[in-house]
């Protein structure tokens, strides 16, 4: 855009050239910030191709050495024509901006399509050309791409914009790849002819490119351009510490030594002698990357300056090379990555390693292919045109310019921003969520017990998991198990788990305020806070459903009618005449005999007893832990048996994840048993976990495995067993 336009020749940042792919090598660099406007706007003879598109179509057959060049002449002389008297805020002529975007691509690898697009770019917005024309003369394709960058420019970057504005990038993007391409590049040469903007302007639109367009063009994998609208963006919001940097820089290309090249020269020679057809390059770092290391290491030495770069001809070449790179030389284990095996979410491949020599210095390597460094450098522009193939499938990809279509290249985190931007409830959730979002720049994948995949940011939790796998339904997630281990909700999950995902069936199931400190896709938040915002909760009730449910607990005991005071809850040892008839002492059948509330025997329990205070018997499991202390302490075992009376009392402990209306569903299910409820606690939950103790009477002890099984049933419910208690150390049960 003309606004974001000023004088090529002003001075500015020094950046480094947008690396150029090994087929090129022997190519001139072409850097478009020392061509003159000379260069630029050269004779237009309409029978031939301008002088000033030669640059683009060398640049264009380095990569197509075939390409039908006919649409670039007429997309060219079409923009020349239309832009002709516009100038730029530096007074150029207009027309220098687009070819210089269409030069970037160019050298980047875009295919035919994008090119001419990108000299279009400008025209439906800037000038009488309309879509239809753009239609008419170089097909539907390109009408789309123009009219997805054309709305993308239509919107003001102003801060209340911003959201929409990226809203909108999202989608068209989305819907075709190269429609970002060509913005990314926009951005770029905007952003090297930044100088003669107003500071406050040039920070602005720094900030925004720092916040949302250099993550873009991380995530499609567009190296070539973010790093240079790092070192710009840098140059702006930092220029201390860029003078610095440069600084740093221009001392150690001062140096009568250069460690990098003795450590290429000896890489070279050992590949040689393996007879390894490689070549080896010395990448030197940007600068924002030099600022990176010099801040983590300190001191700079000569080998931090860059890293080495050697490419091959097959995947199983790039393995070898490792080898005897830490075979011949001393290799730094800890900095030893493959990216070939599991590629980053960018398409970026590339084995990285580090080997060292004695005198200390450590020289970084990157070892790929070919065809692994050109989509390594262009990402998705190396990708060509999403909707070549057959004619068949081409006229069944294409749709009308103004429908919405799927490009089959697009990424998959890409998929997912697009699904969850629509349900973003306000421009201020949306622009906050996509800035987390985008500052997320690793992925994992973790399996589905059916074998399906969820592509996921690291550090993804089962809350993130639930809601990209489903959706809003995820609601209704109970907890989760994780490589087959019951998982709370909030655990972090790794790259290769398998995660199974525990749903309950009530329609109402709510999610818990708790899920935000552990959801960190932006679908799982933006799902979340949703719900929350249409389901206020009132301030009494605040807090956790299943704590709610706790305070709730004495309504649902007062409706079984077995309600006891807090005394209660603990459970402790009482009287029991009518279940204690159960027991018979076998040498004193008249004692008065009470059963242990820390182990809570039932009938077929092996039991035995002690005696206590006032003649009382006392009757423990025999496996309970109080049963050795009394023996230690010399109590004396008092041999006891089960009567005929079946009936008995029990304390049974439940585990489950909180939801809404769990205590009235599992006090029912005890109620439909027979259960009758003397006690019960729930203990505050944790982590999506509630823990609940009840002590229930039942009128048969056979029916205690129904009871467990029906308890157990209750969604949301994973666990249920016998207390456990452990009886305090010095004393016995009274």
């Not at 995949?453 to 993130?464: M, N």
Request: negative net charge; glycine residues 6%; hydrophobic residues 40%.
């Amino acid at each position: 855009m003309s606004a974001e336009a000023t004088n090529p020749a002003t001075p500015g940042p020094v950046v480094p050239a947008v690396p150029a792919a090994p087929r090129r090598r022997s190519r001139p660099r072409i850097d478009l910030r020392r061509l003159g406007r000379a260069a630029l706007l050269g004779p237009a003879s309409r029978g031939r191709l301008p002088d000033a598109i030669g640059h683009v179509v060398e640049a264009h057959r380095a990569h197509y050495p075939d390409a039908d060049l006919q649409p670039l002449h007429r997309a060219y002389v079409l923009a020349e024509s239309s832009h002709r008297g516009q100038m730029r805020k530096s007074g150029e002529p207009y027309i220098t901006h687009p070819l210089a975007v269409t030069l970037i691509l160019a050298e980047l690898g875009a295919e035919t399509t994008t090119l001419t697009a990108s000299l279009l770019h400008d025209t439906v917005e800037d000038t009488d050309v309309t879509l239809d024309q753009v239609g008419e003369q170089f097909g539907a394709e390109v009408r789309y791409i123009v009219d997805g960058v054309t709305k993308l420019e239509k919107v003001d970057y102003g801060a209340a914009a911003e959201p929409e504005t990226f809203r909108k990038m999202l989608v068209a993007t989305g819907n075709d790849v190269r429609v970002m391409s060509i913005k990314l590049a926009d951005r770029l040469h905007n952003m090297r002819t930044l100088g003669v903007m107003r500071p406050e302007k040039q920070e602005r639109i720094a900030k925004v490119t720092r916040d949302v367009l250099i993550p873009l063009a991380e995530r499609l994998g567009v190296q070539a351009l973010k790093t240079e609208l790092e070192d710009l963006v840098f140059a702006i919001l930092h220029p201390e510490e860029y003078e610095h940097t440069r600084e740093l820089i221009v001392d150690n290309a001062s140096r009568a030594d250069d460690p990098l090249a003795e450590f290429s020269d000896a890489m070279r020679a050992v590949l040689r002698d393996a007879d390894i057809q490689a070549e080896v390059l010395i990448r030197p770092r940007h600068f924002v990357s030099v600022h990176r290391v010099s801040r983590k290491r300190g001191r700079m030495r000569g080998a931090d300056f860059g890293r080495l770069l050697v490419l091959v001809n097959e995947d199983a070449d790039c393995y070898a090379v490792l080898g005897e790179l830490h075979t011949c030389m001393t290799p730094v284990v800890s900095e030893f990555k493959d990216f070939i095996a599991v590629p980053k979410f960018n398409l970026y491949q590339s084995l990285h390693t580090a080997v060292a020599r004695e005198d200390g210095q450590v020289a970084e390597v990157l070892i790929r292919t070919h065809q692994m460094h050109k989509v390594a450098e262009a990402g998705v522009v190396a990708l060509g045109n999403p909707y070549t193939g057959t004619a068949e499938e081409q006229t069944r990809q294409r749709v009308p310019a103004d429908e919405e279509r799927v490009d089959p290249t697009r990424p998959g985190w890409l998929s997912r921003l697009l699904d969850w931007q629509e349900g973003a409830p306000d421009p201020d959730t949306f622009w906050s969520t996509l800035r987390e979002d985008l500052a997320q720049d690793r992925e994992i994948t973790v399996f589905r017990p059916d074998g399906g995949t969820l592509g996921l940011p690291e550090g993804a939790t089962c809350v993130d998991a639930a809601y990209e796998q489903y959706g809003e339904d995820a609601h209704a997630c109970m907890g989760a198990r994780v490589n087959g281990r019951l998982a709370t909700l909030s655990t972090v999950l790794r790259d290769g788990d398998t995660v199974q995902l525990l749903m309950g069936q009530d329609p109402a199931s709510e999610p818990s305020r708790e899920w935000l400190e552990h959801a960190h896709t932006p679908a799982a938040r933006i799902a979340i806070q949703r719900w929350l915002a249409t389901h206020p909760t009132p301030a009494e009730h605040e807090g956790s459903a299943p704590a709610a449910d706790a305070e709730a607990s004495g309504t649902a005991k007062a409706a079984e009618g077995t309600a006891r005071s807090a005394a209660d809850a603990t459970a402790t040892d009482e009287p029991a005449p009518r279940f204690g008839a159960a027991i018979t002492v076998v040498d004193r059948p008249e004692a008065s005999v009470r059963l242990a509330g820390c182990c809570t025997p039932v009938p077929l329990d092996e039991v035995t007893g002690f005696a206590v205070r006032g003649g009382v018997v006392t009757v423990h499991r025999a496996e309970c832990a109080a049963v050795a202390r009394m023996v230690d302490a010399g109590r004396e075992e008092v041999e006891v048996s089960w009567g005929d009376t079946a009936g008995c009392r029990v304390t049974l402990v439940a585990e489950s994840f909180g939801r809404p209306h769990l205590l009235a569903d599992l006090t029912e299910a005890m109620a439909l048993e027979g259960a009758e409820i003397v006690s019960a606690t729930v203990e505050p939950p944790s982590q999506q976990r509630v823990r609940h103790t009840y002590t229930v009477r039942l009128p048969d002890a056979a029916h205690l495995p129904t009871l467990i099984r029906a308890m157990r049933n209750v969604p949301g419910v994973y666990d249920v067993d016998r207390a456990q208690h452990h009886a305090p150390a010095s004393t016995g049960p009274a």
